[in-house]
């Protein structure tokens, strides 16, 4: 069984792209909205909220884990590899690679909290590339907030997003990578508000998610983890707090 956990319902972005590698996997998900955002938390925070939701998850018979959330990623995964050394973790990280690569402006934007911007798994991975393009960043400021309250496309979402997507299109970012798994729902706002502000400049809005659902395949296939095709499969939905908006989701999207 596959566990996967989230502050909230963006990780419900990744289970999305797994579930259309594994449709016939058995899943658990856990939205800690009770205690998101992470966003502006500590890390000693996410890394006791990450602990929990482990043990959570094993006892519950997960027997791989995907962290789908870039800032419990950046905060807690070396530890949980640590703590749990016979589970595999798949982790979330912003994807500047690719948008480094297929840039046409030389410059790229990165959306992401505070925690994940500020990590030296971040810090390492941006390392890497700005020696060839520059890279910009923003928090998307709100956006969490957004997604939790499922409002996605109203004025207000747009308005929000401009503010912290404008900046970066001003540096001149013609990639915006999402390095927040809530934000992929906020997508179409996004393309929307881009295509308002420079509509000749064809912007690309990359996500992680397609990636490491295949990442999550090679390591299952590898490990001899895949469930047999004809056992029956199930999903559990758990969260923290109140659950309406984990079930609306995923109601929307799966
Ligand atoms: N979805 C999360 C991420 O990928 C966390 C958002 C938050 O709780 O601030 O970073």
């Given at each position: ?15 999305r792209?797994?579930r ?230 995923y109601?929307?999207l799966l």
């Amino acid at each position: 069984m596959i566990g996967i956990f989230d502050s909230g319902v963006g990780g419900l972005s990744v289970f999305r792209e797994i579930r259309k590698l594994l449709p016939q996997e058995s899943y658990i998900y856990y939205s800690d909205n009770a205690h998101c955002p992470y966003g502006e938390k500590t890390r000693e925070y996410i890394t006791d909220r990450a602990r929990y939701i482990t043990r959570e998850l094993l006892s519950k018979g997960a027997d791989i884990i995907v962290v789908a959330c870039n800032t419990a990623t950046a905060a807690a995964i070396a530890t949980l590899r640590a703590e749990f050394p016979d589970i595999r973790f798949i982790g979330m990280e912003p994807a500047i690679k690719p948008a480094a690569l297929s840039t046409r402006t030389g410059v790229i934007g990165v959306l992401a909290t505070a925690g994940t911007l500020k990590a030296d798994k971040y810090l390492l991975n941006r390392g890497r590339w700005a020696e060839n393009v520059r890279i910009v960043e923003h928090v998307g400021k709100g956006f969490v907030e957004l997604v939790e309250s499922g409002d996605t496309c109203s004025e207000s979402a747009e308005k929000t997003v401009r503010e912290s997507l404008e900046p970066l299109l001003d540096e001149g970012a013609d990639k915006i990578v999402l390095g927040c798994t809530h934000y992929p729902f906020l997508s179409g706002t996004i393309r929307k508000v881009a295509q308002e502000l420079y509509p000749e400049r064809d912007v690309e809005i990359i996500d992680p998610a397609p990636a490491v659902a295949r990442h999550l395949v090679e390591v299952m296939e590898a490990e001899g983890l895949m469930k047999e095709e004809d056992q029956a499969y199930s999903i559990s939905l758990l969260s923290s707090g109140d659950d309406s908006c984990l079930k609306e989701t995923y109601k929307r999207l799966l």
